[in-house]
């Protein structure tokens, strides 16, 4: 939510050893104790995508796509009018869109999936509020009200892990307080307690593997947990690209990953589909290590910037343009020294900076001023 494309995730250092993944949490979630170890986490992964019978993988979403990009919702207007139905109380209503909005893959101007920003719009609390506790007790009654919802429960779960982010801040590991870290692990726990618990419904969503993702890279699993969570997810559907967006940053050296792991990643991964989806899919990849938030990470080394721009080409013309892209590929524009390509951008973002790429208004700034000067 990631903590998604407009809800970006945010990347922070690896802050849980593994002996905490050898401990059987039990948390208390809506009905009652369950077990939340390693072990039956990896079991409900293994069961959760069994009978589904998968779409082929096509990130462009090519019948959406053929839609006039001013056809297709803005990513806030959708997400406003989402949060209004929680706030009303219409269950049924966000349930109903849910299951729509799945079976569709409907897309939203930029190109995001409307499922993706949905979660965003029912986990968060509105307007940035930082109401964590009202926004789960909000989702508490949903499920409450609709024991069978899906979409409720990982919605409850994106909320916990939220909220736990909250609690614990953007800072590195010896910087976050003691109890801020207590508060982060309960809620990462309950999280997936409620992803555990969710697994057990009929009816199956995506965002169950986004959100077990996000688990994952908040508590540290092994390379080979995590792998087979990836791997369960693409096979789920093949074309949900935020499940690639989560791995390639768990790879990454600020992470669990070894220099140089997320560009091969991203370049084996492109290599074998289709234009104008590798391409997409490359650039929505790229951002994972041009925009670590931290300028001392952010690289586009072994990075193709003419893919990378041949990517938001694609994704403009089929689906128009959105803040948060126009700022990655300003800033891809500006690492790459493509200047034409940077002043294309900035002229889209005007004084809008945003998308937690640009470390301080400086930076953003003197990039313009670069990007403008003949």
């Known amino acids: 939510m990631t903590i998604r494309m407009t809800r970006k995730t945010v990347t922070l250092p690896k802050i849980i050893g593994s002996v905490a993944l050898l401990v059987a949490a039990w948390t208390c979630v809506s009905c009652g104790l369950i077990s939340t170890s390693q072990f039956a986490t990896m079991w409900a992964i293994r069961k959760y995508g069994r009978g589904h019978q998968a779409t082929p993988a096509t990130f462009s979403n090519l019948p959406v796509s053929q839609k006039p990009a001013n056809a297709l919702e803005e990513p806030d207007d959708y997400e406003a009018r989402i949060t209004k139905l929680l706030e009303a109380g219409n269950y049924a209503q966000l349930d109903a869109e849910a299951q729509r909005i799945t079976i569709g893959k409907d897309r939203l101007v930029g190109g995001g999936w409307k499922l993706h920003s949905f979660y965003g719009a029912v986990a968060d609390p509105p307007h940035q509020s930082g109401m964590w506790a009202q926004q789960v007790d909000k989702l508490k009654i949903w ?122 990643f991203i370049n084996e991964v492109t290599a074998g589909i289709p234009e104008p989806d ?40 089929l689906y128009g343009t959105v803040n948060v892209k126009n700022n990655r590929y300003a800033y891809m524009a500006y690492m ?39």
């Open 336 to 374: 790459a020294g493509d200047k034409a390509a940077a002043k294309q951008a900035f002229a889209l973002i005007g004084d809008k900076p945003g998308g937690f790429v640009w470390h301080d208004k400086n930076a953003f700034l003197e990039a313009k001023k670069w990007a403008e000067t003949p």
């Open 143 to 264: 499920v409450a009200k609709d024991p069978q919802s899906i979409a409720a429960r990982v919605a409850l779960a994106d909320a916990y892990i939220g909220w736990g982010w909250q609690a614990r801040g953007s800072g590195y590991a010896n910087a976050v307080q003691t109890g801020a870290i207590y508060w982060f692990n309960k809620s990462v726990g309950m999280a997936k307690a409620t992803l555990i618990e969710a697994a057990k419904l009929p009816e199956k969503s995506p965002n169950w593997y986004s959100a077990m993702q996000q688990v994952a890279q908040a508590e540290g699993w092994s390379r080979e947990d995590e792998k087979e969570l990836f791997d369960q997810a693409i096979a789920f559907e093949p074309s949900y690209y935020y499940f690639y967006q989560n791995h390639a940053g768990f790879i990454l050296p600020k992470w669990y990953g070894q220099e140089g792991e997320t560009q091969a």
């Open 278 to 317: 590798s391409s997409m899919l490359y650039f929505e990849l790229s951002d994972s290590v041009a925009c670590q938030c931290d300028p001392d990470r952010d690289t586009l080394k072994d990075i193709s910037w003419e893919k990378a721009k041949e990517g938001y080409a694609n994704i403009e013309r």
